[in-house]
């Protein structure tokens, strides 16, 4: 970590403001001494923002903004089926009482798997210039071997945590689901921790086509765990943000502030899935049954 | 390593051109261009067509899922035309050049696959017509980026 070993560099420059964190600006003698920092990342607090807010927030930041971000979303709003981009309603998803219920599903930005997320749920989401983080190359093992380390510390002490088979799990249980979008110069890797599930809500979701090996033929009930049996849900928040800050230089920042941060046109590809796009699916099930 | 380099050899002799063996494991065509952001492109006159690199594709992991442009679209040099998933990330493809869609891989939606076993025979991605043929002399040749490739993995 290079900040530990700053760098001396004297020239004249403007005024800057300090940062906390690792790194800080000294001034003497009309010269700007500064030490070399780390690069700067900022905090996004949400509560219970409904997850189709959060992933279009999380798209935007990741395709109209030049900096580091780390979204928290303490929750979402209603039960929410999440599916990656490749992802198949037919294949994934029990259609038909989806539709009878009104679970919304939404198809998302980046690649993985199927998840239903709720109140309980614990989001963390970390977009990174590829160039701040060097030790990462821009392809998802390298990420996620960056990530898995992070998570390593926030749950040290925690019996089982690791990253296996790119899901983390304590043990042979896993209790987050991750997933990564990589861009030219920039990626996003982004989590749902299972803090506690509705059992009822689990029946939403069909055996995938293709698991990890270590499921074994597992339904949903034996295959996952609840967070909340292994630590507690500040000390997580906080331990990650933590992490996080041995890393970089953090900055919170509001929500209400994000238009200065993220300008232009982007490609969205971040939606809801209609009625009828369900219910041809639902059709093609039966057609197919 | 043996076994890619036959593939790599016999893909070449199909292709007429000449390959060499790299030091890294990573298979680079003479007869091409190549994009720092790693796809690769065939000019044959005012058509081009498009690809992801070995070095890539081997970087990336099994490829499950290949997110392809529509037909008559436009696509510029070093922006974002399609995606590929891989490991549970979709990553941006990129075009080396500019121009329009003429054609896709339609093949890629049943086999995704063939990006890793194929990526630059049957994995090809898709053919434009350029509308800017000098945008060319902004890419890497073969020597270029295998050491553009080996000192990317050398970083790391």
């Known amino acids: 970590n290079q900040s530990k070993f700053p760098a001396l560099s004297v020239f004249r420059s403007s005024p800057r403001f300090l940062l906390s964190g690792p790194c800080f600006d000294l001034y003497s003698k009309g010269f700007k001494m500064s030490i070399s920092r780390a690069p700067l990342m900022n905090l996004v607090r949400l509560k219970g923002t409904p997850i189709l807010e959060q992933l279009h927030l999380e798209e935007r930041l990741l395709r109209a903004s030049t900096d580091n971000?780390?979204?928290?979303?303490?929750?979402?709003?209603?039960?929410?089926?999440?599916?990656?981009?490749?992802?198949?309603?037919?294949?994934?998803?029990?259609?038909?009482?989806v539709i009878k219920d009104r679970i919304p599903v939404i198809k998302r930005f980046t690649g993985g798997g199927t998840v239903i997320v709720d109140k309980s749920t614990l989001f963390v989401s970390l977009i990174c210039n590829k160039d701040d983080v060097p030790s990462v190359q821009p392809y998802p093992r390298s990420v996620m071997a960056w990530s898995g380390s992070l998570y390593g510390e926030v749950f040290e002490g925690v019996d089982g945590f690791?990253?296996?088979?790119?899901?983390?799990?304590?043990?042979?249980?896993?209790?987050?689901?991750?997933a990564q979008s990589i861009i030219r110069n920039r990626w996003i890797h982004h989590t749902s921790f299972l803090w506690d599930y509705n059992v009822r809500n689990m029946a939403?979701?069909?055996l995938p086509s293709k698991v990890p090996q270590y499921r074994l033929e597992r339904d949903h009930t034996e295959f996952v765990?609840?967070?909340?049996?292994?630590?507690?849900?500040?000390?997580?928040?906080?331990?990650?943000?933590?992490?996080?800050?041995?890393?970089?230089?953090?900055?919170?920042?509001?929500?209400?502030?994000?238009?200065?941060?993220?300008?232009?046109?982007?490609?969205?590809?971040?939606?809801?899935?209609?009625m009828e796009e369900l219910q041809e699916a639902m059709a093609s099930t039966s057609q197919s049954a | 390593m043996a076994a890619r380099f036959l593939w790599a050899s016999r893909?070449?002799?199909?292709?007429?051109?000449?390959?060499?063996?790299?030091?890294?494991?990573?298979?680079?065509?003479?007869?091409?261009?190549?994009?720092?952001?790693?796809?690769?492109?065939?000019?044959?006159?005012?058509?081009?067509?498009?690809?992801?690199?070995?070095?890539?594709?081997?970087?990336?992991?099994?490829?499950?899922?290949?997110?392809?442009?529509?037909?008559g679209r436009s696509v510029s040099q070093g922006?974002?035309?399609?995606?590929?998933?891989?490991?549970?990330?979709?990553?941006?493809?990129?075009?080396?050049?500019?121009?329009?869609?003429?054609?896709?891989?339609?093949?890629?939606?049943?086999?995704?696959?063939?990006?890793?076993?194929?990526?630059?025979?049957?994995?090809?991605?898709?053919?434009?017509?350029?509308s800017d043929a000098c945008e060319a002399q902004k890419l890497m040749d073969s020597d270029k980026y295998s050491k553009f490739c080996q000192e990317e993995d050398a970083k790391h």
Not at chain 2, 27 to 42: Q, R, T
Not at chain 2, 91 to 107: A, F, H, L, R
């Open chain 1, 204 to 206: 939403y979701l069909k």
């Open chain 2, 11 to 71: 893909v070449a002799s199909h292709l007429r051109i000449s390959v060499a063996q790299r030091g890294f494991s990573s298979v680079v065509l003479k007869d091409l261009k190549y994009a720092e952001s790693h796809e690769w492109v065939k000019i044959n006159g005012n058509k081009a067509t498009f690809g992801i690199t070995d070095h890539a594709q081997d970087h990336l992991g099994d490829v499950v899922y290949v997110e392809l442009p529509d037909l």
């Open chain 1, 162 to 178: 690791q990253l296996r088979e790119n899901d983390y799990v304590f043990g042979d249980r896993k209790f987050g689901g991750n």
């Open chain 1, 69 to 97: 971000w780390c979204i928290v979303n303490d929750g979402t709003n209603v039960p929410t089926i999440v599916m990656g981009m490749s992802g198949k309603p037919s294949q994934l998803l029990e259609v038909g009482p």
């Open chain 2, 79 to 130: 922006e974002s035309f399609g995606a590929v998933e891989s490991v549970k990330a979709t990553s941006d493809i990129n075009s080396p050049i500019s121009g329009t869609v003429v054609e896709v891989n339609e093949v890629l939606t049943e086999s995704p696959g063939l990006v890793n076993t194929s990526p630059y025979e049957e994995g090809w991605i898709i053919k434009v017509e350029l």
């Open chain 1, 225 to 274: 765990c609840r967070m909340k049996d292994y630590i507690e849900r500040s000390d997580f928040v906080e331990k990650t943000v933590k992490a996080v800050g041995k890393q970089f230089a953090m900055k919170e920042v509001n929500i209400e502030d994000i238009d200065s941060y993220a300008k232009g046109e982007h490609v969205k590809s971040t939606r809801l899935l209609t």
